[in-house]
């Protein structure tokens, strides 16, 4: 029959529709929110932010682990040289790290010259083995980073090629046991920004697909589904949150996770998502209960779209614009939460850093007697401003988006 | 809703945020305490037979006193600092010790009360000594004075055949045969008095091989309530003492409902225990006699008597009220030179002085109050702004602004840091592997440049300054000989050694320590260490359940004598947690206990330090120190090794008292 | 009037089903954490532990100790001993707890709503000049700031720099003034960036163009027909807001040394005082269900459109 070729007909058509409709709408959005110069601007940085973060390993930084007790504690910002591995306790060829590099790397070809003239295979590859051995354990990043991935590991020998033993000095001061906060802040900014990205799409995840299931089906199920989300509203989330970083910190349960692949950091970005959906949820209803007669979702129903693909396909896209307004909201509330709870101390464990550990040791630092303000201040002013810009861009993006300013300037 | 309704809504809710507000405002002005300090945890009971921790025990000992109490005695150390602090008399005007020093004899001084007006006796001693060492009171203390006759046993609830016991029939007040137990074990059921004849025992249960080790204790546990005892009562004629043992009458007991309900010839008691009350070593003999027998001499048992566990309760308090609301300010009944005022939870316990104690004319402060405050930088700057008179956390980041201050006082504690290792875990169950972690950690630089409190480094475990003891040496740093010997246990410059995981319990004065000792451990010898942190009760039974591999651990001196420190590490110590157990240190420990000759028990602990010093199951790393700051307007206020710090000797500096020095 | 009790009853009704549910998976949690209370220093011989565990009622099977309690709870509101402080039980230590927490909750709120709704407004009505810029920065800042930071520098600014509040402590009300104040700024902070988005809708709206045209006093237009409207979104947010309130409270009373619940709930949370974490969980859950009811209800009677359901 020609039904085939109608349906054919009537996506086309559909498709078009949307794509129009769709196209304009973001057009328009963009550029409103190109506009506004506040949010264009906390745009920017905060892409430069992401970008800095990213390549925190590359850039001639200090280490964010070493400890110069002796030498260099609590030493207000200054602009002293700094040269990498110099600290007499580390025990580097040269005082340099890439003293203590070739050190280490003719040592290695040494090992691997007499891998290559052994005969023996078994011989061979038990070399090759204890070269493997000999670079996991005493390779001298291991004591200038923690726990290095392949990638910034990589990233971290290009820093040594490209700068050498160049290191920014300490613009920002160091802490009390003498490292280095402008390297701190730079590698807190990865946990820091992870964290809240991570939570998020959790939550953004959970949040959407309740909200819009919810609004979808309508009737008794809208209302049960939303009674439980006002039922969760009173429980004191604070609460099962400690509980749970507690739980899931014990070693028994973590060996568990461990076994599975799931580490400690990944929990919390789960746990901490998985409380913050609500809000989310309520407003993905919302607007999937105004758009669910749309004509568009006649349409859909009517060519015999299943109910999931309306869901996802036709509606979750539709109400993307107000979920980018809320995940710019959401990402700074889940930023503050991690602050929180490292000032409970159960936020992440050292060696690693974020910026709410970084601003709690800060907070400590200060008493009566003597006013370190750097190593509260410079923390505090990333953590400050990067929620500042993610808050201006929520609001920027919330005009750009709102169909009511549409012909407003 | 019609306009007027929402209009009138609008003022109501006005109206009721307002008085809101004139609610909340409402100011209970309470004047502050002449004297103020910083008492660090809240704590969690002020009864001396269940308080375990120092800030506790600083409350406890302003408000009640035992039969002697620690106070300064001449003048403090030049060098050190130190108050030399010794078991004074107090409740007690004089007491005699036998010559084989198993008798002591306290006689009571006259003029000593309550707070309710009745006189103190040897009889609440012998009363509140039962009651430390019943085992339904669960004194984590008892222990101490275990080598008070039939002390142990009592404590522990062991009877054997022919001992002679006591048993506490199930007619507590509000009990019925078979029914509920009272959960107040003060005032007691009807007692019987008599001698154990037999113990019927059911067959022992089988307990599985793989059983873990809480399954086989409650096993045990159950069987054992299933005894039934065969015990020849005596009554007890009118004045107390037993009748001749010839009208003895056969009575069985147990202490399981099911059995004594299921038999007539039953008697379902609570305990069935050693007649302690009749028979231990803590007898009063009249109203102002109190003997004490011990199994064997104690040298520091003075120091045991001044210690708060065995601090008087009155009887007729704790009965009328039961347990814990006789601790309650409107209950409470004490006998110390500050009597309880108030309680608030997590703000401050506040005390007056006890018109009535037989010393008052020499308790100067009129008000004291005990502030529970566990951060040190607002306990800081509560000190600095005079709401505090004397704080004792400082804060590590300003140790050097403070050190140099007339306000500052330090002085070396009866206590050591060390962690604990699981010597059950490859590798650290070789012996080298140990040494070699030991010697590459630098204690001077964590004294020095982390904690900063004027900390000694500790290469063994009994701190300096115990009178006629000289410690191990033990292993000091040596980087080269540490790696040799890494080397020598198949880890050469580190590799293939596990990554060890490092738990401390959440503190900001820890963690700083941890992070150290990762760095250098990875420095010196390429071992990398995982540090956890967990709150004190997860980490407690993670260390008790050896889930660890090391673990931060501090232990405070309960007594000025080697044995605190050494007697941990027996090879049966519940508390030792290692896995660690060398016969010969073991033996040690042993024969020092039953020496006399107190040179020679020395020369033993330290022999037996020696071999810890060496064998390293623990790593110890600094020997605390206090570090605290009281108002230079303050008078006898001295640190002390054991970190006492009696109120009632203090006062305030008056204008006319001072010269003038400078 | 009739909505108005159907209402309260259902809310009642779903009110004892959250808390239900939050007991029943609090003590899950709770019975799941390895560890128990009584891990103390020295360990307990096995006869002493039963004696502890038989006082708390933790030697029965745990179904029977989750009925027990539960019936405990809904027939005496008896919610049993602190594991922790054993001289108290966890009624007083709520009882001792919560007018702290109270009197510091409603300085704070009360704080927020006057300073945030008049930033607003005047932010609003003087829409883009300095002062309105000026405003909204502060007020992203008081969003931005952790509480702990901007307590730890209210501390230093107020207490040692000039010397007018005393430095923690409880029972003045100086001792009440900086830390209702750390805890409110954030809170007006969102107040006032919604009353200014409020007023502006507000003043695009026909009716008051037309007042305004009509010559009232500008004044009168703002208080009358402006700010009533512009108000209804803080009304709805004062709900999130005592959550806000609440959970502030934990980190302020921790460093201003105040005896308020916030800091036994940590406590008990991080200690396995199983009772009395119960007991606060229980009371949290009823003060935001009952806010949240109380706001939901203020909203639907000055608000015409909105109906209870």
């Not at chain 1, 506009?35 to 990213?54: D, E, H, Q």
């Not at chain 1, 710019?328 to 974020?354: H, K, N, R």
């Not at chain 2, 130190?82 to 006689?107: N, R, V």
């Not at chain 2, 260490?529 to 997860?538: A, D, L, T, Y």
Request: aromatic share 10%; charged share 20%.
């Amino acid at each position: 029959m020609n039904s085939d070729a109608k349906r054919e007909a009537l996506e086309r058509i559909l498709a078009e529709s949307r794509e129009i409709r769709g196209v304009s709408l973001w057009q328009d959005a963009w550029s409103r929110l190109r506009r506004n110069r506040t949010a264009m601007i906390s745009l920017w940085c905060l892409m430069l932010l992401a970008t800095l973060a990213i390549m925190t390993p590359l850039l001639p930084l200090q280490s964010p682990i070493d400890k110069d007790l002796s030498q260099r504690k609590f030493l207000p910002p200054n602009v002293g040289t700094v040269v990498m591995g110099s600290r007499p306790g580390l025990k580097f060829a040269g005082g340099t790290l890439s003293g203590q590099m070739a050190e280490f790397e003719e040592s290695i070809r040494a090992m691997e010259s007499k891998a290559q003239s052994t005969s023996d295979p078994k011989e061979r590859a038990k070399i090759k083995q204890s070269i493997e051995d000999r670079i996991e354990v005493e390779h001298p990043f291991n004591q200038m980073w923690n726990d290095l991935g392949p990638v910034a590991w990589w990233m971290c020998e290009m820093r040594v090629a490209v700068f050498g033993d160049y290191a920014i000095p300490s613009l920002f001061g160091t802490d009390k046991l003498g490292r280095d906060l402008l390297a701190r802040v730079f590698w807190g900014a990865r946990v820091s920004l992870i964290v809240g990205i991570v939570a998020t799409l959790v939550s953004l995840i959970i949040g959407v697909s309740y909200g819009a299931i919810a609004g979808y089906f309508g009737g008794n199920i809208d209302a049960a589904m939303m009674r439980v989300v006002d039922m969760l509203y009173s429980i004191p989330f604070i609460f099962v949150v400690i509980f749970l970083v507690t739980f899931l910190g014990e070693d028994s349960v973590k060996k568990k996770l461990d076994s599975i692949g799931i580490d400690q950091i990944t929990i919390f970005y789960i746990v901490i998502g998985a409380i913050y959906w609500l809000t989310m949820s309520r407003v993905v209803r919302g607007q999937v209960l105004s758009l669910k007669h749309e004509q568009f979702v006649d349409a859909a129903r009517t060519v015999g779209a299943s109910q999931t693909r309306i869901i996802f396909r036709h509606l979750v896209p539709n109400v993307l614009g107000i979920v980018i307004v809320y995940l710019t909201l959401t990402i700074p509330a889940v930023m503050l939460f991690e602050a929180f709870l490292s000032f409970l101390g159960l936020g992440v464990s050292p060696p690693d850093v974020s910026w709410g550990l970084l601003v709690n040791d800060g907070v400590q630092a200060i008493t009566p007697l003597k006013t370190r303000w750097w190593l509260v201040v410079f923390p505090g002013a990333a953590l400050a401003g990067t929620l500042f810009a993610l808050n201006f861009l929520g609001d920027g993006l919330r005009d750009a988006l709102d169909p009511r300013m549409k012909n407003r300037t | 809703m019609p306009p007027e309704v929402r209009r009138g809504f609008v003022i109501f809710a006005g109206l009721v945020v307002v008085a809101a507000v004139i609610w909340a405002a409402r100011v209970e002005h309470t004047p502050p305490a002449e004297f103020a300090f910083q008492n660090g945890t809240d704590p969690s009971t002020i009864d001396p037979h269940r308080a375990t921790g120092q800030p506790e025990g600083r409350i406890i000992f302003e408000l009640f006193e035992g039969l002697l109490r620690m106070l300064p005695e001449g003048d403090p150390d030049p060098e050190t600092g130190l108050q030399p602090m010794t078991p004074q008399p107090a409740m007690a005007e004089t007491y005699d010790i036998s010559g084989d020093g198993k008798t002591y004899t306290f006689h009571l001084r006259d003029g000593i009360f309550w707070t309710d007006g009745t006189p103190v006796t040897a009889h609440d001693f012998a009363w509140s000594w039962m009651r430390m060492l019943h085992p339904a009171t669960a004194c984590e203390y008892a222990y101490l004075i275990n080598e008070v006759a039939l002390a142990e046993p009592f404590n522990k609830s062991i009877v054997e055949v022919g001992d002679r016991v006591e048993v506490e029939l199930w007619d507590r007040p509000g009990e019925s045969p078979g029914g509920e137990a009272s959960l107040q074990h003060f005032p007691r059921g009807t007692m019987k008095y008599g001698t154990l004849r037999n113990i019927v025992k059911p067959d022992e249960p089988k307990i599985a091989k793989d059983a873990s080790e809480e399954k086989r204790e409650e096993i045990t546990q159950d069987w054992r309530e299933r005894w039934i005892y065969e015990v020849d009562v005596v009554e007890l004629e009118s004045d107390g003492s037993f009748a001749a043992d010839s009208t003895a009458t056969l009575q069985r007991y147990s202490v399981s409902p099911d059995i004594a309900q299921s038999d007539d010839g039953i008697q379902q008691a609570h305990w069935v225990l050693v007649d302690f009350q009749h028979f231990g070593g803590a007898q009063a003999i009249d109203d102002k006699t109190f003997v004490v027998r011990l199994n064997n001499s104690v040298p520091y048992f003075l120091n045991l008597v001044a210690w708060y566990p065995s601090f008087p309760v009155q009887k007729n308090c704790v009965e009328t009220y039961g347990s814990p609301m006789w601790t309650k300010t409107e209950n409470i009944v004490t006998n110390g030179p500050f009597k309880l005022q108030f309680r608030r939870l997590r703000d401050r316990i506040r005390a007056e002085k006890n018109p009535d104690y037989w010393n008052a004319k020499n308790v100067s402060f009129k008000t004291v109050d005990f502030v529970s405050l566990e951060s040190q930088n607002t306990a800081l700057n509560m000190y600095e702004t005079g709401q505090l008179h004397w704080i004792y956390q400082l804060p590590t980041s300003v140790m050097e602004d403070l050190e140099v201050r007339d306000d500052y006082h330090s002085a070396p504690k009866l206590s050591v840091y060390f962690y604990k290792l699981n010597n059950d875990v490859p590798p650290l169950d070789d012996i080298r592997v140990r040494q070699a972690i030991s010697m590459a950690i630098d204690r001077k630089q964590i004294v020095q440049q982390v904690t900063k409190g004027g900390e000694q480094p500790a290469y063994s475990v009994v701190p300096p300054g115990i009178a006629g003891y000289k410690g191990a040496e033990g292993l000091k740093e040596n980087v080269q000989r540490a790696q040799q010997l890494l080397a020598e246990a198949g880890f050469p410059q580190g590799r293939g050694f596990p990554k060890i995981s490092l738990l401390y319990n959440t503190s900001e004065r820890h963690r700083p320590v941890a992070e150290v000792l990762q760095q250098q451990l990875q420095n010196n010898l390429n071992i990398k260490v995982e540090i956890k942190n967990m709150e004190w009760g997860s980490f407690v039974e993670t260390v008790q359940q050896e889930k660890y591999e090391m673990a931060r651990y501090g232990w405070v001196g309960d007594y000025p004598d080697p044995n605190t420190f050494l007697d941990l590490w027996v090879s049966d110590n519940p508390q030792s947690n290692t896995n660690w157990s060398n016969p010969e240190y073991d033996g040690l420990l042993k024969s020092a206990s039953g020496e006399l000759d107190p040179a020679k028990r020395m020369e033993l602990l330290r022999q037996a330090e020696t071999i810890l010093a060496t064998e390293l199951p623990i790593i110890p790393i600094y020997f605390y120190t206090s570090a605290e700051m009281a108002k230079t307007n303050i008078v006898g206020f001295a640190p002390s090794a054991l970190d006492l710090h009696p109120l009632s000797v203090l006062r305030f500096r008056t204008d006319d008292s001072q010269p003038a020095k400078d | 009037m009739r909505d108005l009790f159907s209402y309260l009853i259902k809310r009642a009704a779903w009110m004892v089903l959250t808390l239900w549910a939050v007991y029943t998976v609090s003590f899950i949690l709770m019975r799941s954490v390895p560890g128990n209370p009584f891990g103390g220093e020295r360990n307990v011989p096995p006869a002493i532990e039963r004696q502890l565990m038989a006082r708390y009622n933790l030697d029965a099977p745990p179904l029977q100790q989750y009925w027990d309690y539960l019936v405990g709870i809904v027939t005496r509101f008896d919610l049993g001993w602190c594991m922790g402080l054993e001289d108290y039980s966890v009624n007083q230590v709520l009882a001792e707890g919560f007018p702290v927490s109270a009197t510091l909750a409603i300085f704070a709120l009360v704080f927020a709503i006057i300073l945030g709704v008049s930033a607003g407004v005047v932010s609003a009505v003087f829409r883009r000049s300095k002062a309105d810029v000026a405003l909204m920065f502060a007020a992203v800042l008081g969003i931005a700031v952790p509480n702990f930071v901007l307590a730890s520098l209210a501390i230093l600014l107020f207490v040692f720099m000039i010397q007018i509040f005393p430095a923690g402590g409880w029972g003045t009300l100086q001792q009440i003034a900086l830390p209702a104040f750390c805890l409110g700024l954030p809170v007006a902070a969102y107040i006032a960036r919604l009353t200014r988005t409020g007023m502006l809708e507000m003043l695009t709206k026909d009716h008051v163009r037309t007042a305004i045209a009509k010559g009232l006093p500008y004044r009168t237009v703002i208080m009358r027909h402006v700010l009533p409207g512009a108000l209804l979104p803080v009304v709805s947010y004062l709900g999130p807001a005592v959550a806000r309130v609440l959970t502030g409270s934990l980190v302020l009373e921790k460093i201003f040394a105040i005896p308020g619940m916030g800091s036994h709930f940590i406590n008990a949370a991080t200690q396995r005082d199983y009772t009395l974490a119960m007991g606060m969980v229980l009371t949290y859950t009823v003060l935001l269900f009952v806010m949240n009811t109380l706001v939901d209800l203020a909203y639907a009677i000055i608000d015409p459109r909105v109906k209870l359901q």
